[in-house]
């Protein structure tokens, strides 16, 4: 990378940890991070260093100037692998960036390599590497050590460690993924989301957390699958083939599973049996991550029966129109179906 490049992500990745970056500079950074592991490894060195701070805030005092010699350091091993006559050029934008952010970093950096091997003694769930998903990126598959498969959706983030070890395997997810789990009997599969745990020996599920209110939902493909309360693991049900389970701030529900389409944004197999076109809609444009947007009440109403396999946004769409006689307009980023006539 160039110096410049450096101190724009050095800035990003302060400005994140910080929760100071934009949508647009999120959006950036997990470009970033997905462009090489070295980047993720920068990424997840800084996040380590920030959960060893957090575990031993109250045990450690941080000499400050050491911090920030350490801090400088890791700067200039950057600005080495950068010819001569651009240092000089680009050592004071180069701090001057970092500046901003130092206090933050410097306590990331203070820490060290002992604390790193402390914590991962500590605690079975540390992570070191982080896989995230842009905003319209969907289905990226994921291969975990043990071999599991996990297929993460659009703007969804997996915490996971670079080698599990002890009794258990443990995970992080933000978003949504599907999970294709490794049989291992003498060490479960054991996933973390803000407010609940699934808990596996080997299946397949898919697990949704974009819902409201932290509701979080499992759909079990094959295998038993264990949803409880994050906070209270006596608060759980057992999930079978075929079902849902959903946990919410009320309790648990479980039911069979009525959405063919539930896991259509992996598959891409899309199918339709006299549905409305407002549920159509609805599904095309949470699989696609379109904003397909109709306000005539009258198509809203249609019944649509039809099955569609790894095709387009706008094939699917052209199939639809010339069903119901329909146009579409392109606006900005949103797609309007409209009556022809209208």
């Known amino acids: ?28 950074l997990f470009k970033w991070l997905n462009a090489s592991n070295e980047n993720k490894l920068l990424f997840n060195q800084t996040k380590q260093d920030l959960e060893i701070i957090n575990l031993n805030k109250s045990m450690n005092k941080v000499n400050v100037d050491s911090a920030w010699e350490k801090l ?15 240092k000089e050029a680009l050592r004071t934008l180069h701090f001057s ?8 970093i410097i306590i990331l950096i203070s820490i060290g390599f002992f604390s ?12 070191s590497v ?17 071999g599991s498969i996990v297929h993460l959706n659009s703007n969804s983030k997996l915490e996971y460690p670079d080698e599990f070890t002890g009794n258990q395997r443990k995970v992080k997810l933000t978003g949504e993924g599907f999970f294709d789990v490794t049989k291992n009997p003498e ?10 745990e699934i808990r596996v020996l080997g299946t397949s599920f898919n697990v949704n957390t974009n819902l409201t209110e932290n509701t979080v939902e499992v759909f079990v493909e094959t295998g038993l699958v264990q949803l409880s309360r994050k906070k209270n693991g006596d608060e759980k049900i057992l999930i079978n083939p075929g079902n849902v389970g959903i946990l919410s701030k009320t309790g648990f529900e479980k039911s069979i599973n009525q959405n063919e389409n539930i896991i259509a944004w992996k598959t891409h197999e899309i199918i339709f049996r006299e549905d409305k076109m407002i549920d159509v ?18 198509i809203l109403n249609l019944k649509y029966t039809s099955t569609f396999r790894n095709q ?31």
């Not at 400088?72 to 006559?85: F, L, M, T, W, Y």
């Not at 982080?130 to 043990?146: S, W």
């Not at 060490?187 to 609940?196: L, S």
Request: aromatic share 10%; proline share 2%.
């Open 312 to 342: 387009e946004i706008d094939s699917v769409l052209n199939v639809i129109c010339v069903t119901f006689d329909l146009k579409i307009k392109y606006e900005d980023d949103k797609i309007y179906l409209i009556k022809y006539g209208s």
């Open 130 to 146: 982080t896989e995230l998903t842009a905003l319209n990126e969907v289905n990226k598959e994921i291969v975990l050590p043990d």
């Open 281 to 298: 809609i609805h599904i095309l444009n949470t699989v696609y991550k379109t904003s397909i947007i109709c306000d005539n009440q009258q």
């Open 187 to 196: 060490n479960p599969f054991i996933i973390e989301t803000e407010n609940a």
């Open 1 to 28: 990378m160039k110096t410049n490049d450096n101190t724009e992500n050095w800035d990003l990745i302060a400005k994140y940890f910080s929760d100071e970056c934009s949508q647009e500079e999120t959006d950036k």
């Open 116 to 127: 790193t091997k402390v914590y991962r003694n500590l605690n079975n769930s540390y992570y």
């Open 72 to 86: 400088k350091g890791r700067i200039q091993e950057d600005e080495q692998k950068i010819p001569a006559v651009e």
């Open 97 to 104: 960036a970092v500046l901003k952010y130092a206090a933050a």
